[in-house]
């Protein structure tokens, strides 16, 4: 009998290779520690390589670190939504609030960049998660609404004060000196990001976070107190946006307004879709693509929106898994069409 | 005549459904049994579309692989590749398993919106059948659907799946949750709407005790697979089927 596509379906299958590193062989044969180690390692190098790639192009080295003060806030974005289950637009709030904190206690205090940006990260945290407790018990789109709000009013509250300069922002930042300080500062910062956050998730409280998204009212019925665990998770993702903010101030060596501004919201949600939700490593990935086409756009002014939008457009609809769950699948499984 | 045919269903490379074929004559009820993840809900899917739905969403969000495989017909013409919102225009109308109403919609509302299909004066007809094979919607009829009771809720989704004009209604679960008193109106009311709208029904069920004495045959599945067919006096002298679906 002559065999019709209708008597044949595509199997998808481990390889054999991901089914050993899984198991005690990932630590017994170079085989298998390559293909264990080799993504993580292609993400690292690659990361920590590009700045000396690029050595010849200074502009396209400050792009690579405007990549990563995005990378950072579209890690925290990802790890918000997609394992803790608030959406969060705030991100333009983190990134203003770092990088105003960074510039006040540069000029205010006279605090060398080397002090600031730790203090920036961690009290800016704080701070930030201060402010968004008492939104913590929405969920969903009103979540997303309300910290919306936050970068809006923050630009609009500094304007009508004509505090911290005013419209003017604060000028004469002090520089990082060293630009390789900059760039090394922010990759490794992406990195340890990426790689504790991943860690933090297969642990127990990566557990509870994501239950949380999955089912809160269960998780309350277990005893555990949820809004803890979402300023937590509020706190990690804000964290990061503060340190981005914090470095920001010191490569440009000022902080105004347009650091509340929506493209730090808006961005990392690209980013996020385009690498692939939950992934985390993803939406670095998303940012190295986007961030870079967004620079080529310059010349094209507002158009450039437009340009982000149809590539969005585009991933929902083609390819809503997004990229990094695309690869992980083709690296780890294989598939071959079987008789029914 | 309401038939289907080898029926196999994998989600990704697990078999669902291994070749199930059911057949329901136009003046029917028809019982499918089955454990939990024995494959009814898959199967009342891949009766009614939906699953043609799910298999789209999976791809698009890179999950599972869904592969279906066999044949629905329905009065001569095949329905495989026919989307849900078409099959119910031919006639073949889901009630879905945990009758996902519509909970901010009042009860009017509710089956009104099943009523899409309908032109005006069969709408009115069918709203009135409803209300009085199912006396408390009538009384309910301003209340949102949310604030119903389970048993009022599994009404209202068999009234709203009325409301589309079916010749072939597709019962999923329908006693899923609801104390006996409750589960025997029903099951009365189904029994009804096969006599008095000449539809024929496929129902199915985890228990099969109370819909038994309604059904003209039954099939038993258990992992994916049809092992036992029957009309229901064969089903119920059947001692394999006495002691897993009678509890006796």
Redesign the interface.
């Known amino acids: 009998m002559a065999e019709t596509t ?1 008597d044949r ?5 481990d390889r054999g290779i991901k089914v050993r590193t899984d198991s005690v062989y990932a630590i017994s044969h170079w085989q298998e520690m390559t293909y264990m180690l080799a993504p993580r390692l292609v993400f690292i190098l690659g990361l920590l390589a590009l700045p000396l790639i690029l050595s010849f192009f200074p502009y396209w080295q400050r792009v690579i670190s405007i990549v990563c003060i995005y990378a950072l806030l579209a890690v925290g974005f990802d790890f918000l939504a997609n394992h803790v289950g608030l959406v969060s637009l705030g991100g333009g709030f983190y990134v203003g609030v770092g990088a105003y904190m960074a510039a006040l206690l540069n000029l205010k205090f006279g605090l060398p960049p080397v002090v600031t940006v730790p203090i920036a990260t961690f009290a800016g945290g704080v701070f930030c998660t201060l402010l968004f407790l008492p939104c913590l018990p929405l969920r969903g789109v009103y979540f997303a609404i309300v910290s919306l709000m936050f970068p809006l009013l923050a630009g609009r509250v500094i304007e009508a004060l004509d505090i911290f300069g005013g419209t003017d922002g604060l000028l004469g930042v002090e520089s990082f000196g060293n630009p390789w300080v900059e760039r090394y500062l922010l990759i490794g910062s992406v990195l340890v990001a990426v790689f504790v956050l991943r860690r933090l998730l297969i642990e127990d409280v990566g557990l509870v976070f994501r239950g949380v998204k999955d089912n809160d009212q269960a998780v309350k019925a277990s005893a555990i107190n949820i809004t803890v665990y979402k300023a937590l998770g509020v706190y990690f993702a804000s964290t990061l946006g503060c340190l981005g903010g914090a470095c920001l101030t010191h490569i440009y060596m000022w902080a105004g307004l347009s650091q509340f501004a929506l493209d730090y919201s808006i961005i990392p949600i690209a980013a996020t879709v385009v690498g692939g939700g939950g992934t985390l490593i993803g939406s670095v990935l998303g940012c190295l693509i986007l961030v870079p086409i967004s620079e080529m756009l310059r010349d094209f002014g507002t158009l450039r929106i437009a340009v982000y939008a149809l590539i969005l457009t585009a991933f929902i ?5 997004g990229l990094m ?2 690869g992980a ?1 083709k690296y780890e499984q294989f598939e071959r069409w079987v008789r ?1 | 005549m309401f038939e289907a045919r080898g029926l196999m269903v994998f989600y990704e490379n697990m078999l669902a459904l291994n070749n199930v074929s059911v057949a329901c004559g136009a003046d029917q009820i028809i019982g499918v049994f089955g454990a939990n993840s024995a494959g009814k809900s898959t199967l009342m899917y891949t009766l009614s579309g939906i699953m043609l739905d799910i298999q789209k969403k999976e791809e698009m969000a890179g999950g599972e692989r869904i592969t279906m495989r066999g044949e629905i017909i329905y009065n001569g013409r095949d329905m495989m590749r026919l989307k849900p919102s078409e099959r119910a225009k031919a006639g073949i109308v889901l009630c879905p398993e945990r009758r996902r109403i519509f909970p901010e919609s009042t009860v009017l509302e509710n089956l009104m919106i099943g009523a899409y299909l309908a032109d005006s004066r069969r709408t009115a007809q069918t709203l009135e059948y409803v209300f009085t094979i199912f006396a408390p919607l009538k009384r309910l009829s301003k209340r949102l659907g949310g604030f119903l009771s389970g048993g009022e809720q599994q009404m209202l989704a068999i009234g709203r799946a009325l409301m589309a004009q079916p010749k072939q209604l597709l019962l999923d679960e329908p006693l899923l949750g609801l104390s006996p008193v409750v589960q025997y109106l029903l099951v009365k009311s189904i029994k009804e709407i096969r006599d008095q709208r000449n539809t024929a029904i496929i129902v199915s069920e985890q228990y099969a005790r109370p819909v038994m004495p309604i059904i003209d045959y039954g099939y038993i599945l258990e992992n994916g697979a049809s092992v036992v067919a029957g009309t229901n006096r064969e089903l119920m002298d059947n001692p394999d089927v006495r002691s897993a679906y009678f509890g006796s």
Do not use: A, G, T
Not at chain 1, 9 to 13: A, D, I, N, P, Q
Not at chain 1, 317 to 321: D, F, H, Q, T, W
């Open positions: 209708q379906r595509k199997e998808r299958l609809v083609y390819k809503s898994e769950n695309y699948r029914i």
